[in-house]
């Protein structure tokens, strides 16, 4: 019986796409049980639609501060009983109480090698820090901002006419791949 999954995106979703075509060419055996966003009308929630997967959306803007706002992430994130969550380009930072109630559970990936440059802005620190190769990371969250375990990384190589967008490009197609690879790696494998 395939893994219960939940994926957590904020934007486009081609990260959750990735892992949703994966899916369906039977490539990574897992069952999406839901599609979480912090954004009304982020990309990937009409990605996850179109995929037939349920949804929910939580505006941060939506609640009086950060802990009741994560408190009802807890609750969507219990509700859909899975065995792993997946952020997925998901640029919010998960609460003690999240983190907590799924320990070693909750996969996230960036796009740098940690621990080098960590945070939101990994591809441009990267590139003012004038790094010859960078790359992503798939890890798992713990309280930290990116300091949990390592899972995997794989190197991209920084062009002299990269810019950020051009650099940022090139990282997202290799983390898509990594994502799938690890997840499958993580939950069995493959059909």
């Not at 999406?32 to 505006?59: K, M, Y």
């Not at 408190?71 to 065995?83: H, K, V």
């Not at 590139?127 to 790359?135: D, H, P, S």
Request: hydrophobic share 50%.
């Amino acid at each position: 019986m395939p893994e219960r999954i939940v994926i957590l995106a904020s934007g486009s979703g081609t990260l959750l796409q990735a892992l949703l075509d994966a899916v369906a060419a039977g490539d990574l055996d897992v069952d999406v049980a839901v599609v979480g966003s912090d954004v009304s009308g982020a990309q990937a929630i009409a990605r996850a639609e179109t995929a037939g997967v349920a949804t929910f959306v939580l505006p941060p803007a939506d609640f009086r501060d950060r802990e009741s706002w994560n408190e009802a992430l807890l609750a969507a994130l219990e509700a859909a009983q899975p065995e792993w969550i997946v952020c997925a380009g998901f640029m919010r930072i998960l609460g003690p109480a999240v983190v907590d109630a799924f320990p070693g559970r909750i996969v996230n990936t960036h796009p740098a090698l940690l621990p080098a440059f960590p945070g939101a802005h990994g591809v441009r620190d990267a590139l003012r820090y004038g790094v010859k190769v960078t790359g992503c990371t798939v890890h798992l969250v713990d309280h930290g901002v990116d300091t949990g375990p390592i899972l995997a990384q794989q190197a991209v190589e920084v062009r002299e006419d990269d810019d950020e967008a051009s650099l940022h490009e090139r990282i997202k197609v290799v983390e898509r791949m990594l994502l799938v690879r690890t997840l499958a790696s993580l939950t069995g494998g493959t059909r």
